[in-house]
C-alpha cells in the first residue's frame, strides 16, 4: 500500500516503519467494523484526522460502503418527510424556523392535510412517514395521538415523529397509538456549543430523552450537525463516539450551514462533499448495523449529487420531500435547501431513479431497526 503523506517519519521512525503502523491501523479497523466491534477513541481520530488526506480518505470510503454492504444489504429505505408546522417556540441559533426569525410565514398542516399527503407517499411506495415540525404546543399529546393513530389505521405505514423534547408520558403515549421511531439530534456533544447554541435548551435533558425512548422500545435516531462553529476535530470525534455509545437504531447527519437571517452567518466555514460524506462514512465504520440517512443537507452543498455520494460512501436511507409543495418555502431551516418548487409526487419519481442509477434497490417492507427489529 502506498505510503500517505502526512504521516512522515518523525524523530528516528523510518519511513517503512511509519507506513507499516499505519497499515495496521487501517487493518484493526477494517477488522472490527466488518465484524461489528466497537472502534476506540484512538482509531476513530485516526479516521477524522485523515479525512483530509486523499489517499486514506479513499479507503474510508470504500471500507464503509463494504460494511454498509455486509449489514445493510443494497436496499435503501424510502421515508417521506412531511413538514407539518414551522410554528416552534425555541430559539436553536442555527434555524432558519426558529422563534426569533420574523421573515418566514408560519404555518401549521391539520390531520385530514397530514392524512392526505400520507396517502400519496404510500402510493409512491415509501412505506415510512416522518413527521416533522418545529417545537409547536398547538400539537398536544392528544392530538398527536389521533394523527399517528389515524395514519397507522388507514395507511399502515411505519411512523417516525421528530417534533423535539417531550416528556415521558407523551412519548409513550405516542408508542401506544403506534409511533415506530422518533428522531431527536443531540447537535454537538460539546456542552459549551450545545449551551451557546440553545438559549432555551438543556444537553442532559436532551440525551434523557433519548434515553427514555429507547427505554420504552421506541426506535431512536439521534446525530449531529458538522462543522458547528466553535467545534473542532476533537468534537466531532466525541459526536461519532457519542452515537455509538447511545447504541443508536438510526443516526442522521449533515453539514451545518449559516441561515442568512441568523447571527452565526459570521462564523461559517463551508465544508466539502468529500469531508462530509468522510463523516457519514466513519459512521458507518463505527455503526455497521445502524440505519443511516443521506439527508437533504448534503444535497444543499452538491446540487442533486449529494445524496448519493453519502448512498455510495455508507448511508443506506433516502428521505424524499413530501411536505406539499405550498408550504417548503416556508421550511428553510437553512439557505439552499433542495426541492422548493417540486411537489412530492416530483420528489418520489426523482428518487427513485437517484437511487437504482447507483446500482441500489427501493426497499419494500418497512425498514425498521435492524438492532431491536
Ligand atoms: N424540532 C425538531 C426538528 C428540528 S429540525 C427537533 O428539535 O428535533 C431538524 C434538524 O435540522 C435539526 O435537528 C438540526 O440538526 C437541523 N438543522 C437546523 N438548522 C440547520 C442549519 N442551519 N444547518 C444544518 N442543519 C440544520
Redesign the pocket.
Known amino acids: 500500500m502506498a505510503e500517505s503523506h502526512n504521516m512522515l517519519p518523525k524523530g528516528n521512525i523510518t519511513r517503512a516503519q511509519a507506513s507499516k503502523t499505519e497499515v495496521l491501523m487501517r487493518d484493526i479497523i477494517e477488522q472490527k467494523s466488518m465484524n461489528n466491534k466497537r472502534l476506540t477513541r484512538e482509531e476513530i481520530l485516526y479516521l477524522v484526522t485523515n479525512l483530509k488526506n486523499l489517499e486514506i480518505r479513499e479507503w474510508i470510503y470504500k471500507t464503509a460502503d463494504s460494511v454498509r454492504k455486509k449489514y445493510m444489504t443494497d436496499t435503501v429505505f424510502l421515508r417521506g418527510i412531511i413538514e407539518f408546522s414551522n410554528i416552534?417556540s425555541?430559539s436553536?441559533l442555527?434555524?432558519?424556523?426558529n422563534s426569533r426569525i420574523k421573515n418566514v410565514e408560519r404555518y401549521r398542516m391539520e390531520k385530514e392535510e397530514i392524512l392526505e399527503t400520507c396517502f400519496q407517499i404510500k402510493k409512491n411506495g415509501q412505506t415510512t412517514v416522518v413527521l416533522?415540525?418545529?417545537?409547536d404546543p398547538y400539537y398536544t399529546k392528544e392530538k398527536m395521538g389521533e394523527i399517528i393513530k389515524a395514519i397507522k389505521e388507514q395507511t399502515e405505514l411505519a411512523v417516525t415523529l421528530?417534533?423535539?423534547?417531550r416528556d415521558e408520558e407523551t412519548y409513550l403515549y405516542w408508542k401506544n397509538c403506534g409511533m415506530d421511531r422518533y428522531?431527536?439530534?443531540f447537535?454537538t456533544s460539546n456542552r459549551e456549543i450545545f449551551k451557546k447554541l440553545h438559549p432555551d435548551g438543556d444537553f442532559d435533558n436532551r440525551i434523557n430523552c433519548l434515553k427514555v425512548l429507547k427505554k420504552i422500545g421506541v426506535q431512536t435516531g439521534s446525530?449531529?450537525?458538522i462543522g458547528l462553529p466553535g467545534a473542532d476535530d476533537n468534537d466531532l470525534v466525541n459526536d461519532i463516539n457519542q452515537c455509538r455509545e447511545l447504541d443508536l437504531d438510526m443516526i442522521?447527519v449533515?453539514?451545518?450551514?449559516?441561515?442568512p437571517e441568523?447571527e452565526?452567518k459570521e462564523e461559517f466555514i463551508k465544508h466539502e462533499i468529500d469531508y462530509i460524506t468522510g463523516v457519514i462514512a466513519i459512521l458507518r465504520l463505527t455503526n455497521p448495523d445502524s440505519h443511516i440517512p443521506a439527508t437533504t443537507?448534503f444535497d444543499?452543498v452538491l446540487e442533486y449529487q449529494g445524496r448519493q455520494l453519502a448512498l455510495k460512501r455508507g448511508a443506506n436511507i433516502f428521505m424524499p420531500n413530501s411536505t406539499p409543495q405550498k408550504y417548503r418555502k416556508s421550511y428553510q431551516?437553512?439557505p439552499g435547501k433542495p426541492c422548493v418548487d417540486e411537489s412530492g409526487d416530483d420528489c418520489a419519481s426523482c428518487v427513485v431513479g437517484r437511487i437504482t442509477s447507483i446500482g441500489r434497490t427501493i426497499g419494500k417492507g418497512p425498514g425498521h431497526s435492524m438492532k431491536r427489529g
Open positions: 416552534c425555541k436553536c442555527y434555524c432558519g424556523i416533522q415540525s418545529g417545537e421528530s417534533v423535539g423534547e428522531l431527536l439530534r447537535e446525530g449531529f450537525m442522521g449533515g453539514p451545518f450551514i449559516a441561515h441568523t452565526l443537507a444543499a431551516l437553512y
